[in-house]
C-alpha cells in the first residue's frame, strides 16, 4: 500500500522559515509529478508548487521567490522549504503525488493526511 507521510510543520513567526517534507512509501514502479498543496479555513486547496520527475518546477504566484520545491528520487521524498513566511502562509499544507503502485495499470494521485504551518503575524 503505497503512503505519503508529510513532516516538518509548526508555528513561526513571520519572516522565519520552515521545511515541510514528505516522504513516499510502499510498493511502487515509479513515481512522477510531486506536489504541495495548502487549504486554509473557509478556502479552497490551492497548488503550492510542483516538481516533475525530471525537475522542472511550478509555482502558485503568492509563493514565487519564498518558496522552494525540490525531491531527492533515491529516498523517495519532496521538500518544501518556506522562506519570508507570511500569516496568509497559514493552513494544512498537503502532499500530493503521481505514483505508479506495483499491480496497478497507470499512475494514480495519492494523498498525505496534512501537516500544519501557522505563521503567527
Known amino acids: 500500500q503505497v503512503q505519503l507521510v508529510e513532516s516538518g510543520g509548526g508555528l513561526v513567526q513571520a519572516g522565519e522559515s520552515l521545511r515541510l517534507s514528505c516522504a513516499a512509501s510502499?510498493?511502487?514502479?515509479?513515481?512522477?509529478?510531486m506536489a504541495w498543496y495548502r487549504q486554509a479555513p473557509g478556502n479552497q486547496r490551492e497548488l503550492v508548487a510542483a516538481i516533475r520527475s525530471g525537475g522542472s518546477t511550478n509555482y502558485a504566484d503568492s509563493v514565487k521567490g519564498r518558496f522552494t520545491i525540490s525531491r531527492d528520487n533515491a529516498k523517495n521524498t519532496v521538500y518544501l522549504q518556506m522562506s519570508s513566511l507570511k500569516p496568509e502562509d497559514t493552513a494544512v499544507y498537503y502532499c500530493?503525488?503521481?505514483?505508479?503502485?506495483?499491480?496497478?495499470?497507470?499512475?494514480?494521485?495519492?494523498w498525505g493526511k496534512g501537516t500544519l504551518v501557522t505563521v503567527s503575524s
Open positions: 500530493n503525488a503521481d505514483i505508479w503502485a506495483v499491480g496497478a495499470k497507470r499512475g494514480m494521485d495519492y
Open positions: 510502499g510498493s511502487f514502479i515509479m513515481i512522477n509529478t
